[in-house]
């Protein structure tokens, strides 16, 4: 054992340049090796990929990768290829792909050459692909961003709730399943779906403890914004509107008073879209005015502050979108501002759909607006949300919420004790 785990440090820093494993990653790793299936929550920026592509680069045959967006895995197979000197160690393999191409990917594969390939789940159901993927030698299937199997999850995807039978009809091979999201709900919602009850769970906490909550009521909240921003001046931010038309007027608005903002939405044209993220990545603008379009596997460690302008239909969007402020363990000021109103009409948008989907809204709002309405601390709420304790004098990042650094008004404490006990 021991010598097997001198091996894996030297093929980490063999193939990604790292001296040490960062938190549980060597032992899942062993594990992954040993045949286990694993289970792996971790916050954004904890370092899952290499959990998958370290033993995927040591074992015999390929190890599938399912991942659902292209953009991600693209960056991903390009990182993993500028590892190596030899070509064709990742491929995605996806219907963009002309015959010729499709071809070297299979003749790389069956070579034993690829050793991560990277699929979309809608892309592993077609039929010539299962074929051929059932015939080759698969190392192990690394499901990540796991949690778009949950309907409970912030990002569902009906595509990924047919991955159990999809692999079992590839092959008889371990399954790393991998996630950023960790509420209690979804962690059983992906065992059960997966089958992977069984699994070795490996859950590392969600505590960022950099980062300072703050819920403000939503009064005045123009003027409030470009206060806060012009406080913060040369900084990044993020500032997450609910609507499409909400983010151009609000980016006009910043821009009218001197700030270096600019939008992003789905609806941009493509070229802007990217043109506006990149300049956001480049520094040459501070600001970027986004709906939940914006985030996903954009990683600026630099980002000093995430206002919500509306507010976030789940505490688990919440988290994920404020954890994009100080990746780099430096400050990160994560400012709601937040209006009863606007809960009651996202409640409204919730009603018109079908009663699954929205008896999971209504819930996941009614535990949002727990969040905003909360005298305690910010930190322990989200904690106990993902299933964690979190000692709210002493912990990490104790101080770090308004709750905590400026208790509630004794008024406003009062009512929240009345509130309690009308229940
Ligand atoms: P996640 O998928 O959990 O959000 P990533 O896999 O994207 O995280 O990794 C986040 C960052 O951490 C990457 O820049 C990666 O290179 C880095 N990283 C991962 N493992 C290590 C390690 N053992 N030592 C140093 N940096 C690491
Ligand atoms: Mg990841």
Redesign the pocket.
Known sequence: MSAKKANLSGE?KKY?G?S???GQ?EEIINNLLNGKDIFVL?????????CYQLPALISEGTAIVVSPLIALMKNQVDAVNGLSSETGVAHVLNSSLNKTQTKQVFDDIKSGKTKLLYVAPESLIKEDYLEFLKDVKISFVAI?EAHCISEWGHDFRPEYRNLKQIIDKIADVPVIA?T?TATPKVQDDIQKTLGMTNALVFKESFNRANLFYEVTPKVNIDKEIVKFINKNKGKSGIVYCLSRRKVEEFAQLLQVNGINALPYHAGLDQKVRVANQDKFLMEEADVIVATIAFGMGI?KPDVRFVIHYDFPKSLESYYQETGRAGRDGGEGYCLAFYDPKDIEKLEKFLAQKPVSEREIGLQLLNEVVGYAETSMSRRQYILYYFGETFDPVNGDGAKMCDNASNPPKLKDATDDLRKTLEL
């Open positions: 980490l990604f790292f040490t494993f960062k990653q971790m916050p954004t920026g904890g370092g899952k990929s290499l990540d991998l950023a990683d």
